[in-house]
């Protein structure tokens, strides 16, 4: 599927080199490897997984994520800030 | 114009108590269907922690409103709810229509997806929340 190539693609993005030379593996997006995971602003458990401990939202350098669902859960998460379900900035670490 | 689906999270000040937060839910109820939506179903999560301090509070009611209505309603919805004061902070955000209703308490509803979020604290939070001192 569209995002199967997009995560592929995304490879040379990595920052680790050009061609992944055999150590380290390629991370999947959650949320394609699993569609029945939704991205929803209101499930702050989900979310919260995806920021950093200072609260900010982590790049999807490290989480894996596909541009296209990091779009999605990056909005989810601006809404679940508004509303208090997580934090804008958490507590000094 | 053609009415789309729309769901909107409402947080209520906690000063209200158990029953004037239900009092309040009901108005907001009403007020969504006198702009002619249909309402679906109403979820109150209860008192809530806050992940930071809003208002001067810690905690809020959290109380969500599923329901069908035009664009414009929408927008005179969201001036109602500015203008009440006990209405903390709102957020609006339209439904795809084929998109499955939000089950029961989605925080703690949702498929385990790491071995934490099995415990029972699911109601409160997860710790994300440690409020500065």
């Not at chain 1, 995971?37 to 790049?59: C, H, N, Q």
């Not at chain 2, 004037?20 to 109150?44: F, M, S």
């Not at chain 2, 308490?105 to 099995?118: D, F, H, I, L, Q």
Request: proline letters at 6%; hydrophobic letters at 35%.
């Amino acid at each position: 599927m569209a995002e199967r190539e997009r995560g592929e693609r995304r490879g040379k993005a990595e920052g680790r080199g050009f061609r992944r030379r055999g150590m380290g593996r390629r991370k999947v997006c959650r949320f394609c490897a699993d569609k029945s995971m939704l991205i929803d602003y209101k499930d702050a458990r989900v979310l919260g997984t995806f920021l950093s401990e200072r609260g900010k939202i982590l790049p999807s350098r490290i989480t894996g994520n596909c541009a296209r669902h990091q779009r999605h859960l990056t909005l989810a998460i601006k809404r679940a800030r508004t509303v208090a379900l997580l934090p804008f900035s958490a507590a000094y670490p | 114009m053609p009415d789309r689906r729309y769901e909107t999270l409402v947080l209520l000040h906690a000063d209200l108590g158990e029953p004037g937060a239900k009092e309040l839910a009901e108005r907001v109820k009403k007020l969504i269907e006198d702009q002619g939506g249909i309402v679906g179903q109403v979820q109150e999560w209860g008192l809530r922690d806050l992940a930071y301090v809003l208002a001067k509070q810690r905690r809020a009611f959290y109380v969500l409103f599923e329901y069908r209505s035009t664009p414009k309603a929408l927008l005179e919805i969201e001036r109602n709810l500015k203008l009440m004061d006990r209405v903390l902070r709102f957020v609006s955000v339209r439904q795809a229509e084929n998109a499955p209703p939000t089950p029961p308490r989605p925080v703690a509803a949702r498929r385990p997806e790491r071995e934490e979020s099995e415990f029972e604290g699911a109601a409160e939070f997860e710790g994300l929340n440690e409020e500065v001192p």
